[in-house]
């Protein structure tokens, strides 16, 4: 297996490479689904963003320099999600939509100040015990109503709220 921890940028390369790079992401929606695969929760994260605010958001990270799309995604989710979590990803992935966040929210209304990332996003059946970690401060399952309500939409930031909106209408649940 190849060694990601020492593919790891320090600060000021990663800064340096973050203004003149896009750099590759992964964005999981964690969901919960019924015995038909219809989904039923949608869990949303409760973050600490750089500038101080708080915002809920789903699972989001960086890939690394040698890591597969898939490990990136395991990764990210039991970092945010807890190693019990269990997610079901596929043998072949394959990102529901691709997003691209800019430090300028007027492009795409996907924000991050701190670059130009370009995100795979994926949709993540969770069959686990979750509990937040490491960066989340909290996590809340939602039905998927309760999702795109304007009380949780509300609370998300950089497009957060267009993307799980995205999601499920990918899963067939909104008109």
């Known amino acids: 297996m190849l060694d990601t ?19 590759v992401y992964v964005d999981a929606v964690p969901v919960r689904v019924d015995a038909q695969g219809q989904v039923t929760e949608v869990g949303l994260l409760l973050r600490s963003l750089p500038d101080g605010s708080i ?12 890591e597969r799309v898939r490990d990136a995604l395991l990764r990210h989710l039991e970092k945010d999600l807890g190693s019990m979590a269990l997610p079901s990803i596929p043998t072949s992935p394959q990102p ?25 996003a994926f949709i993540v059946p969770i069959n686990g015990d979750c509990a937040p970690s490491q960066s989340a401060l909290d996590l809340i399952w939602v039905t998927p109503t309760e ?5 949780f939409q509300s609370q998300m930031s950089g497009g957060q709220d267009r993307l799980v909106r995205m999601a499920l209408a990918h899963c067939g649940l909104l008109a």
């Not at 940028?9 to 800064?15: C, K, P, Y």
């Not at 529901?96 to 795979?120: C, K, M, N, W």
């Open 5 to 23: 921890q020492s593919a790891w940028l320090d600060e000021t390369d990663l800064q340096s490479a973050r203004d003149r790079l896009p750099i």
């Open 55 to 66: 915002s809920r958001a789903v699972v989001s990270g960086r890939v690394l320099y040698g």
């Open 96 to 120: 529901f939509t691709v997003v691209e966040y800019f430090p300028d929210p007027t492009i795409t209304g996907f924000h991050d100040p701190r670059q130009h990332a370009v995100s795979l």
């Open 147 to 151: 999702a795109v309500s304007l009380a």
